[in-house]
């Protein structure tokens, strides 16, 4: 199914930040996007834009998830926090530019405390990617900031 809101409806980021070019299909437990690369990425370089940015766009994915989840239910999306990863792989350095990468990822857990891990693929002509990568979202992120510093 295709969502019915913007990616700039369902993401925090803004501007050169914001990576994600549309959300393609979701589900209950899944979203699909596609990344358009351009030279106007701010992370691409005259090779393209180094594939370690693709844990950025499945990062992102998954906050299109979380804020197309909260908007289901009328409310704004939340800030949340990429943890770490586990088993990137990706087979090329560079994501050519003029190219266009599909993002697919897949809630495998979550738990009550707003921990979550995910099963994300990047793909497209010539490479796949594969990572599964934890989230932490709090429900009040200003909050959660505010305790870490005490």
């Given at each position: 199914m295709k969502a019915e809101f913007s990616v700039d409806e369902l993401v925090p980021h803004t501007g050169q930040?914001?990576?994600?070019?549309?959300?393609?299909?979701?589900?209950?437990?899944?979203l699909s996007a596609v990344v358009d690369i351009s030279s106007s990425s701010m992370f691409a370089d005259d090779k393209g834009v180094p594939a370690w940015v693709g844990l950025e766009y499945m990062a992102q994915a998954i906050g299109a998830f979380a804020g197309l989840q909260e908007r289901q239910k009328g409310e704004e999306p939340k800030v949340g926090f990429l943890l770490g990863t586990r088993k990137f792989s990706v087979d090329v350095a560079y994501f050519s530019l003029d190219s266009r990468i599909q993002v697919k990822v897949t809630k495998n857990m979550?738990?009550?405390?707003?921990?979550?891990?995910?099963?994300?693929?990047?793909?497209?002509?010539?490479?796949?990617?594969?990572?599964?990568?934890?989230?932490?979202?709090?429900?009040?992120?200003?909050q959660f900031l505010r305790d870490a510093k005490q």
């Open positions: 930040m914001s990576l994600l070019s549309d959300i393609t299909g979701y589900g209950e437990d899944w979550q738990a009550e405390n707003g921990l979550c891990a995910f099963d994300c693929e990047l793909s497209g002509e010539g490479f796949t990617s594969k990572a599964s990568l934890n989230i932490f979202q709090p429900d009040d992120a200003n």
